[in-house]
């Protein structure tokens, strides 16, 4: 390597590391758009969409609005944990059997359908936001039970039933201790029929309104 090309290495790395460095830096505290999220615990009152199919005969709980409220903890923190208490009133097909895809439909009722669940949550921005936003992802285990149907004589029977909720959604922070939350999360469970089974998914599109606190 020449003198004249060591020395113009030289200078170009000279130029480039302190920009580096200033990039790894980041903003002037005053101008960063990271902000700390509090620390503490979080109510969201929350509406929700609840869409799915009902399995292959309908007779699942399926279509319908689920309203309530979710609890969570280390809100401030990378991993956040929370409950959730959700009162749906979905759709379903009343069937006069399960003989088949085909099977003879009786109708469509209203059906009131209970979910309670535990979830973890991934903060992906940590306990910051960034310009006011935080995604998220996370999981939730669950169980749901609905009320019981005279009218349908297939003998399907929702029962207590177990379910699994991955999730991805979005806080907007309207002030430190406000947030409006939205997520989508995608509901397996199990279908027990009198003579089969399957497992099936139901969307679940979900808005609230969060308030922090401490205790």
Known sequence: MTLALRVSVT??????????LLAQVGHPPGSSPYRDIPKGHTFTPFAAYFAGDGGRFGVAPHDGQVYGFRYDIRTGSTIQMGLLLGLGQTERLVLDSLVGVGAP???????STTFVEAD???NLTGGKTWNRLAPFIGAGLGLAWAEDIPADRSGFDLGTKFYFAPHAGLRLFVTDRIHLRGDARVLFWKLNYPNSSEWDTSGWYQAGLGFGFSL
């Open 120 to 122: 973890l949550q991934l």
């Open 105 to 111: 439909v009786l109708g469509t009722v209203d059906q």
């Open 11 to 20: 200078l170009a790395l000279a130029l480039l590391v302190p920009r580096a």
